[in-house]
């Protein structure tokens, strides 16, 4: 590894819409900066930092990757993050790790759904940013317009750092309005360029966005803004200084061009980035949860935030830490404050997309990888014993869909959660729960292509083949009436009998009530010591319902009254009396089924408003309320979890992928008697009760 102070690194974020070239932009610039020796394309499948075989096979990013790259005594750290909705977390999590966000915004689409979204997420981050529109070579593309929707999406801020020559097939080219210099590219994919005259036709327009760079660059300080309205330009130094701290400030956001697949404008990207991206120096230092400031000084107390987890079947878990104060050495022992243990720290590794090599003592504001950490997960923080310092907890979004999952195979089911255990270490947004009433495995993510990616890599990497369908509801059922009934259990087939004699009555509870049991017997008609048989007896009952089968909940029953048989009553008498007894008083207590209720908050621009508050009322959904959150509008809801399982695609489909929702667990009520008989129908197709209890 090769020494590289703090003052000298450039951590960088490539973000953007899926598709928008992201993945081909890193590995131009690996290529610019001789890191590799061809010029890797998502198509070919060889890129550095698509290298998971989902990735590979569906020629898509599905996880944040590292990638690295040396130029003029300076090292930038790259990104490569997805851009599709389902896998967008990865992205936001990864502006933990670096000072600034490269947006990658496609020629042909321009803004699109994850631009937003993403530039949103810096915003609160408070990282500068500067766009790339890439594709410039495709038919169709026209620079003005794209330009102007950026300004239309995300303010005056935005501000052209050159002009192309030629668009589309005819991309040739472009202008750099900060040097007033041109440049033509080579034929070839090799990102080699030549100085040339600025065209004549191009003058008048590098003229204008050569007056709105200074004025931008101008009125972010007071003393060049003197100097600008008198003099009407500044010097080169004051230009280029000015822009730096416009762009620290986030009071100006440069936008570059070119086509990451042709290699072209990469070369003046890599020099802007070099020049003009803030170190770990420039920012203002990351602070722990205390509010303490931690310096990017290798003298500081040592703090590193692990930002990404890989797991591997084969390797075992990497860890990405990116150190925000202090060196970090191998061979040593770092404490991580979250879980209170203490870690070895064999070697430190810089991570090329999927390949390691050995780094030495590691300068704050670097990015490392660490493996087989024991404990150590996404979100901890290593620091020292006697430091202890924790950073700011990572914030993941809540699962909004769930889907049960099976092995196919009965041997497959010791393996499926430990693989599950492995796939969550480098997801955190993956849950798992063994439902106690339906008895199935639910898996819960962010989208439906999030699940299937998980299923996917449980045959792929741990050799388990699970098969995938909508999880179970867990219906309740309970009575909405009072009852009394009577039953007495006596078998006689030689020998001793059995003999078990109870009056019970039952009632509803309020929600929420689950049961109760009440012994009210007076006098010795059944003896005391059946009476914890008579109560098994119930509650073994009670999880199978009369109506469906699925258990019973918010009632009580009180014992009153009974007989018993000196010789042939027994705690099992007892217990098949009760049991006997309770579906008794259950059919005649006016049995109902519950179903559960979600809570549900739907985020959504507001020309969705009308349409989504249509279609959560059309899936028996309440609206309880509505606030507007930023540029959005999020509508509150109560909705029947039965009627939420297919709401992910069509949200996706109304709002165009611009709207997102989270919900979780409120209550229970009754199911309408409509959609009951549709219930009691499907249990006893599947055999949980039988045809004459229904």
Avoid: C
């Amino acid at each position: 590894m090769k020494d590289i102070l703090s003052e000298n690194l450039r951590n960088v974020a490539v973000v953007g819409h899926g598709q928008s070239g992201k993945t081909s932009l890193v590995s131009a610039l690996l290529y610019n900066t001789k890191m590799v020796s061809r010029l890797g394309k998502v198509d070919q499948g060889n890129t550095v930092t698509d290298f998971d075989e989902e990735e590979i096979a569906r020629k898509i990013s599905i996880q944040a990757s590292l990638a690295y790259a040396y130029k003029d005594k300076v090292k930038i750290n790259l990104l490569d993050t997805p851009g599709f909705a389902n896998f967008i977390w990865e992205s936001m999590v990864a502006l933990r790790a670096v000072e600034t966000g490269l947006m990658v915004v496609s020629a042909q689409e321009g803004v699109q759904v994850q631009t937003e979204r993403i530039f949103d997420g810096l915003a609160e981050a408070n990282r500068p940013l500067l766009f790339f529109v890439n594709k410039m070579s495709k038919e169709l593309v026209d620079f003005d317009k794209v330009f102007d929707g950026l300004v239309d999406a995300f303010g005056k801020n935005v501000v052209a750092m050159q002009v192309p020559i030629g668009q589309g097939p005819e991309f040739s080219g472009l202008v750099d309005i900060l040097e007033m210099k041109a440049w033509q590219f080579g034929a070839d994919d090799k990102g080699e360029s030549k100085e040339i005259p600025i065209p004549d036709s191009l003058k008048d327009e590098v003229g204008l966005r050569r007056e709105a760079l200074l004025e931008k660059v101008a009125e972010n300080d007071e003393k060049l803004m003197d100097k600008y309205l008198a003099e009407g330009n500044l010097s080169p130094e004051e230009l280029r200084a000015g822009l730096r701290g416009a762009m620290l400030q986030r009071n100006a956001f440069p936008v570059l061009l070119g086509d990451a697949l042709a290699n072209r404008g990469v070369q003046p990207l890599l020099d802007f980035v070099i020049s003009f991206a803030p170190s770990p120096l420039d920012v203002a230092p990351a602070t722990d949860r205390n509010g303490a400031p931690l310096k990017a000084d290798r003298t500081a107390s040592f703090a590193g935030l692990v930002f990404k987890t890989i797991s591997d079947p084969f390797t075992g878990k990497i860890s990405l830490i990116r150190v925000f104060s202090g060196a970090f050495k191998p061979d040593s022992f770092y404490f991580n404050a979250n879980k209170e243990v203490e870690e070895r720290v064999a070697g430190l590794f810089l991570l090329q997309g999927k390949t390691q090599e050995p780094a030495g003592e590691v300068q704050p504001g670097d990015i490392v990888a660490v493996t087989k950490l024991k404990e150590t997960q996404t979100g901890d923080t290593l620091s020292t014993k006697a430091d202890k310092i924790m950073l700011p907890a990572i914030s993941f979004p809540v699962p909004s869909i769930s889907f049960a999952i099976e092995p196919k195979a009965r041997a497959d089911e010791g393996k499926i959660s430990t693989a599950l255990q492995r796939i969550m270490e480098e997801d955190p947004t993956i849950k798992m729960l063994r439902d106690p009433q339906t008895k199935e495995l639910v898996l819960s993510g962010n989208g439906q292509l999030h699940i299937e990616m998980v299923v996917n890599k449980l045959k792929r990497k741990y050799g388990v083949d699970v098969s995938m369908k909508h999880p179970k509801i867990a219906y309740r059922e309970t009575v909405l009436g009072k009852s009394d009934v009577e039953k007495k259990y006596k078998k006689q087939s030689g020998g001793r009998g059995q003999y078990g004699h109870v009056l019970i009555r039952m009632e509803p509870l309020p929600r929420g009530g689950d049961f109760e049991f009440v012994n009210s017997l007076v006098g010795m008609s059944v003896p005391r010591n059946f009476v914890p048989a008579i109560e098994k007896g119930i509650v073994e009952s009670k999880n199978t319902g009369v109506l469906a089968g699925y258990p019973v909940v918010d009632f009580k029953v009180e014992l009153y009254d009974g007989s018993h048989h000196e010789v042939d009553s027994s705690d099992m008498a007892f217990k098949m009396a009760s049991s006997m007894a309770f579906k008794m008083a259950m059919k005649a207590a006016k049995p109902t089924i519950l179903e559960p209720v979600v809570k549900v908050e739907v985020v959504i621009p507001e020309e969705f408003m009308g349409e989504i508050n249509g279609n959560l009322s059309g899936r028996r959904g309440r609206i309880q309320g509505m606030e507007i959150k930023g540029k959005n509008h999020v509508v509150k809801a109560a909705v029947p979890m039965s009627e939420m399982l297919d709401f992910e695609p069509t949200l996706t489909s109304i709002t165009g992928g611009r709207g997102s929702y989270f919900m979780e667990f409120s209550h229970y009520e009754e199911v309408p008697g409509h959609l009951q008989k549709k219930i009691i129908d499907e249990a006893v197709k599947e055999g949980r009760v039988k045809e004459e209890e229904e």
